[in-house]
């Protein structure tokens, strides 16, 4: 059983503090989700396979779990600070397509970019254009304590709440001398909650408001669905760091406004709120506008299973920053692939008579440092290193074995005990190999030894050779063939 306990690096605290549950019956933790105007890059991902590290690891610690994830398909500007244009409206302006059709590919992409690493079905997966009334009643409720219209729309006045940029951490001379291009803004962090239409501007999703035709700001739209589907309060708010310096103190400045944060200046919506740090590249961070990006499908391209860039994320703490390299993915490929042989050997060892055995202490030893390392604000990398360890021991029983790894792949998915070898071949697009013609080839090659052929068994070899497939005879966990190296 479990026994650590679970401890959260706080981003409001900055500091990791033990994780108490509003209610234990049922944890509730909300992330932001996805822009919708493209297909999400492996920086984004990597924000995901961390909220799905939390989520599971809560599992692990026997709680139940709602989860929320958002879906922005209106008012993320160009710029976190308000400035730019809407970039779902960008994308259909310069596409020439229908912005609703747009939001449903990019959604439906990144639904499956989920299900390929693996992250575990959220409670909901809410839009924000489905909620564009509730948004409007929430504005409605603020906007006479909190709010002043400009021809813009509607903006939020920051200093009518306490502490405003208290998660960004931000010092108050820092503040000051940000250039913004929104003529009559009181406080230069002030930000829109409702944006109006320009004139003649032609906006292909836009609603009425008492502030005129528009669209709901993006930071309103978190606090709406949070609230809506966790309540007033809930445990744990994620994001990327970026989200931590402007659109999660606007959600919390929001949450505030709407609760009366005079009553209660404490006030924040979510306890906790976790971020994780940033996937870069040695030119910088990993940007959706910036052109070329690598998708999860550039790696699947290049011969690369999606689980190999689930581990890779693993074996960074979330809080680190983390560079991609192709160099460090087919490291962690190989990781995999060895993993996945040695589980593989176990299963054949333990034949089908599987469950039953009690862990050995040395097997439940390596579950509690496991356990140990998640329980420490995730420390994945560590976590890791008792599977190894794991997998290391010697005389256990092999049923045992399999149970303590099927345990530890709830927190990890790897999908250690489903993954088939032949799926980890990384095998680049260009390469151009059949498997299916391999495997004829392979036949034929059977046959003529079966015959003492051993010419026309060589000739196969060599042909197989030349087309980039290294024949393995006698491998010790079965492999028939591999791409050369
Ligand atoms: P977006 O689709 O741009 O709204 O971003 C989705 C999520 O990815 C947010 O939580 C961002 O903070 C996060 N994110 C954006 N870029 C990166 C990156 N390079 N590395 C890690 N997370 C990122
Ligand atoms: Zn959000």
Redesign the pocket.
């Known amino acids: 059983m479990p026994q650590a306990a679970l401890i959260l690096y706080n981003s409001l605290s900055r500091s990791a503090e033990p994780f108490r549950p509003l209610d234990p019956a049922g944890v509730r933790v909300y992330s932001?989700g996805?822009?919708v105007y493209n297909y999400?890059h492996l920086?984004?991902l990597?924000?995901y396979v961390f909220t799905d590290t939390l989520a599971r690891t809560l599992r692990w610690k026997g709680y139940p779990l709602t989860h929320v994830m958002n879906i922005?398909d209106v008012g993320?500007l160009q710029s976190d600070a308000d400035e730019g244009a809407d970039k779902m409206e960008a994308r259909a302006r310069e596409t020439g397509k229908d912005i609703w059709a747009i939001a449903r590919h990019y959604t439906e992409a990144f639904k499956r970019n989920l299900r390929d690493l693996n992250v575990q079905e959220m409670s909901r997966m809410p839009l924000a254009t489905d909620h564009v009334d509730e948004m409007i009643a929430f504005a409605a409720a603020i906007a006479d304590r909190h709010c002043y219209l400009l021809d813009g729309g509607l903006y939020f006045d920051t200093a009518t709440v306490p502490d405003y940029g208290r998660l960004a951490g931000r010092a108050e001379d820092e503040r000051e001398g940000r250039i913004d291009p929104v003529e009559g803004k009181r406080h230069p962090e002030d930000f829109a909650i409702w944006r109006r239409s320009a004139p003649g501007e032609n906006r292909q999703m836009e609603w009425d408001s008492p502030w005129g035709r528009g669209a709901p700001g993006w930071h309103l739209e978190c606090s709406v669905m949070s609230r809506l589907y966790l309540g007033e309060r809930f445990d744990i708010h994620t994001?990327?760091i970026?989200?931590r310096e402007i659109h999660h103190p606007n959600e919390i400045a929001q949450n505030q406004a709407h609760r009366g944060c005079g009553n209660e200046p404490g006030f924040t919506g979510a306890t906790v709120w976790m971020h994780?740090n940033?996937?870069?590249e040695r030119a910088g961070?990993?940007?959706?506008s910036s052109g070329e990006f690598l998708t999860l499908q550039t790696a699947l391209d290049r011969g690369f299973h999606p689980l190999a860039y689930r581990l890779m994320c693993l074996q960074a703490h979330y809080r680190s920053e983390m560079e991609f390299s192709w160099e460090g993915l087919a490291a962690a490929a190989i990781r995999l692939k060895r993993l996945v042989q040695t589980v593989a050997t176990l299963r054949h060892l333990a034949g089908p008579s599987r469950g039953g055995d009690f862990p050995s202490p040395a097997i439940s030893d390596q579950l509690d440092e496991f356990d140990r390392a998640i329980s420490d604000d995730l420390a994945t990398p560590r976590a890791l290193v008792a599977l190894d360890r794991l997998l290391s021991l010697k005389k256990q029983s092999p049923a045992s074995m399999l149970g303590a790894i099927a345990r530890m792949d709830e927190v990890l998915g790897l999908s250690l005990l489903s993954l088939d070898r032949a799926d980890l071949r990384v095998r680049p697009v260009d390469a151009m190999i059949d498997e299916r013609a391999v495997a004829a080839r392979l036949g034929d090659r059977v046959q003529a030894r079966a015959a003492r052929d051993f010419a026309r068994s060589d000739a196969i070899r060599a042909e197989l050779a030349a087309s980039g497939v290294d024949v393995m005879d006698g491998d010790a966990l079965g492999w028939d063939w591999r791409p050369k190296g």
Not at 285 to 288: D, L, N, V
């Open positions: 932001c996805p822009t999400a920086g984004n990597r924000a922005t993320h994001g990327g970026d989200h994780n940033f996937l870069v961070k990993m940007s959706k």
